[in-house]
């Protein structure tokens, strides 16, 4: 079983930064993608960005040149750096995790941008 602990949410104004922590714990298979989704009100969840153990990245195309996501794999740890943010990146943020052996999540941090 693996447990996922997010960090680092908040209230930021517009054009503001924030940077988003993910620490895995557990029982982490060597071969495993990690990333952030998100679900603002009303909505239902969507991908922000995910990164394999090798590096490869995907990005939504809502956040590309705005987000980046990085891992740091020696401590099971991936990072979402938020910049320029929107009123509408405001959601519920969740880290997830996907191996062969299913899914884990996280408890999910909130993020909300002032206008």
Do not use: F, H, I, Q
């Given at each position: 079983q693996v447990q996922l602990v997010e960090s680092g949410g908040g209230l930021v104004q517009a054009?503001?930064?924030?940077?988003l922590s993910c620490a895995a714990s557990g029982r982490i298979f060597s071969s495993n993608t990690?990333?952030?989704y998100r679900r603002a009100p009303g909505k239902q969840r969507e991908l922000v960005a995910t990164i394999t153990?090798?590096?490869?990245?995907n990005y939504a195309d809502?956040?590309?040149g705005r987000f980046t996501i990085s891992r740091d794999n020696?401590?099971?740890?991936v990072y979402l750096q938020m910049n320029s943010l929107k009123?509408?990146?405001?959601?519920v943020y969740y880290c997830n995790l996907k191996s062969w052996a299913g899914d884990s999540w996280g408890q999910g941090t909130q993020v909300t941008v002032s206008s």
């Open positions: 054009g503001g930064s924030l940077r990690m990333g952030w153990r090798g590096g490869s990245t809502s956040v590309k020696a401590k099971n740890t009123p509408e990146d405001t959601a």
